[in-house]
């Protein structure tokens, strides 16, 4: 029997990132092929779909893992640490690999599934990239389902209990960024040229007002500044700068509304200033939106191997499992990761881990759900 401890630390000393998946995919495909699943590699450029048949293709559904690691310097010291300089399993997907592979390896061997399933290893879910590959290859085509299901851990979260809810449920994230030209110049002479660290600074500042003044206190929304770049010195005024950022909401409405005012800012402050400006947007991640019915399929099987809060709310984080869920019904659930120790820090924070501890709840809750209604 495959020690899934043991597994599940290989793949946290040996990260990877985006598509850039070799070793991972491999060890995982050896087992399910070893346990005589139909193992398709090459999904998505790097990702894998391993298939239990056991009932008929109608009432087929897809259970999905992700396997990518995040490009941070790992700051754990314990033996099972990243060997690969720059990338570490900060958010735990090392974690989600190993419990739906044991969850495929038990369902193997369970005389009692009535029913086709379709293990779904995803890469590249940090840049929101793998889902759609998988698609564009045709994941829904080649392997049909009537509903897919995800999972991730939650940090602080006692083990043992799942949090989901029906509808909106993790963040859309668009991104975006704002080059400044000004006219740069001598330190001492400000007022020969155009200073675009005062136009970057009254954008910032003005972008703040977006949540506050032209959205309903209703909406969740986040507008952030994360990049301040120039080309000035310690005695030279810049002549461009750059601004980059994220926003971050539930709904298409919410999105537009915050380009539209930030196209508005922006003009507005490079007029009053002397400046001018380009403004680029992109998508990284839809939002979220569990489906009613397949929410209460996942609820049920949580239910039967621990506790679950069924309306915890929306959460700010965006998750590459939309994608999916644009094509197929189905549901996503996050499960607790322990109030403690590691287990506890932020995802993507250089000493986080995944439990252990919590292998055998998410295998125990995929087992459930497979023996659920799709």
């Given at each position: 029997?495959?020690d899934?401890?043991?597994?599940?630390?290989?793949?946290?000393?040996?990260?990877?990132?985006?598509?850039?998946?070799?070793?991972?995919?491999?060890?995982?495909?050896?087992?399910?092929?070893?346990?005589?699943?139909?193992?398709?590699?090459?999904?998505?450029?790097?990702?894998?779909?391993?298939?239990?048949?056991?009932?008929?293709?109608?009432?087929?559904?897809?259970?999905r893992?992700?396997?990518?690691?995040?490009p941070?310097?790992?700051?754990?010291?314990?033996?099972?640490?990243?060997?690969?300089?720059?990338?570490?399993?900060?958010?735990?997907?090392?974690?989600?690999?190993?419990?739906?592979?044991?969850?495929?390896?038990?369902?193997?061997?369970?005389?009692?599934?009535?029913r086709t399933?379709?293990?779904?290893?995803?890469?590249?879910?940090?840049?929101?990239?793998?889902?759609?590959?998988?698609?564009?290859d045709?994941?829904?085509?080649?392997?049909?389902?009537s509903?897919?299901?995800?999972?991730?851990?939650?940090?602080?979260?006692?083990?043992?209990?799942f949090?989901?809810?029906?509808?909106?449920?993790?963040?859309f994230e668009?991104?975006?960024?704002?080059?400044?030209?000004?006219?740069?110049?001598?330190?001492?002479?400000?007022?020969?040229?155009?200073?675009?660290?005062?136009?970057?600074?009254?954008?910032?500042?003005?972008?703040?007002?977006?949540?506050?003044?032209?959205?309903?206190?209703?909406?969740?929304?986040?507008?952030?500044?994360?990049?301040?770049?120039?080309?000035?010195?310690?005695?030279?005024?810049?002549?461009n700068?750059?601004?980059?950022?994220?926003?971050?909401?539930?709904?298409?409405?919410?999105?537009?509304?915050?380009?539209?005012?930030?196209?508005?800012?922006v003009?507005?402050?490079?007029?009053?200033?002397?400046?001018?400006?380009?403004?680029?947007?992109?998508?990284?991640?839809?939002?979220l939106?569990?489906?009613a019915?397949?929410?209460?399929?996942?609820?049920?099987?949580?239910?039967?191997?621990?506790?679950?809060?069924?309306?915890?709310?929306?959460?700010?984080?965006?998750?590459?499992?939309?994608?999916?869920?644009?094509?197929?019904?189905?549901a996503?659930?996050?499960?607790?990761?322990?109030?403690?120790?590691?287990?506890?820090?932020?995802?993507?924070?250089?000493?986080?881990?995944?439990?252990?501890?919590?292998?055998?709840?998410?295998?125990?809750?995929?087992?459930?759900?497979?023996?659920?209604?799709?």
């Amino acid at each position: 029997m495959l020690d899934l401890t043991r597994f599940r630390q290989d793949l946290h000393t040996h990260p990877e990132i985006g598509f850039d998946l070799d070793r991972t995919p491999r060890l995982i495909a050896e087992q399910l092929e070893h346990a005589g699943l139909e193992v398709t590699r090459g999904i998505g450029r790097s990702g894998l779909v391993a298939t239990l048949r056991r009932g008929p293709v109608e009432t087929a559904i897809g259970f999905r893992a992700d396997m990518d690691a995040l490009p941070i310097e790992e700051a754990n010291t314990f033996a099972h640490r990243s060997l690969n300089p720059g990338m570490f399993h900060g958010c735990g997907h090392d974690g989600h690999s190993t419990m739906l592979l044991g969850a495929a390896l038990r369902l193997a061997d369970d005389p009692t599934l009535e029913r086709t399933i379709h293990f779904v290893f995803q890469p590249d879910e940090e840049n929101g990239n793998g889902a759609a590959a998988m698609v564009a290859d045709g994941l829904f085509d080649r392997f049909p389902m009537s509903a897919i299901f995800g999972l991730h851990n939650m940090p602080g979260m006692p083990l043992g209990h799942f949090a989901t809810q029906a509808g909106p449920f993790c963040a859309f994230e668009d991104n975006f960024e704002i080059q400044i030209q000004g006219r740069g110049g001598h330190a001492s002479m400000p007022d020969k040229g155009v200073d675009p660290l005062v136009t970057g600074s009254a954008i910032v500042l003005q972008l703040q007002s977006i949540v506050s003044r032209s959205l309903p206190a209703s909406e969740h929304a986040v507008v952030s500044v994360t990049e301040f770049l120039t080309d000035g010195a310690r005695n030279i005024l810049p002549s461009n700068v750059t601004l980059r950022g994220d926003c971050r909401g539930f709904s298409s409405e919410v999105s537009n509304t915050i380009k539209t005012r930030m196209r508005a800012i922006v003009d507005g402050t490079c007029a009053a200033q002397g400046a001018k400006a380009t403004l680029e947007c992109s998508t990284s991640f839809r939002p979220l939106e569990n489906n009613a019915g397949a929410t209460t399929t996942i609820v049920n099987a949580a239910h039967e191997v621990g506790s679950v809060d069924a309306e915890y709310g929306r959460v700010g984080f965006s998750e590459d499992f939309a994608e999916f869920l644009a094509h197929r019904p189905g549901a996503f659930i996050l499960m607790g990761n322990g109030v403690d120790g590691p287990a506890a820090m932020p995802l993507h924070n250089s000493s986080y881990d995944f439990n252990d501890d919590a292998l055998e709840h998410g295998v125990a809750f995929w087992v459930r759900l497979a023996h659920q209604g799709g």
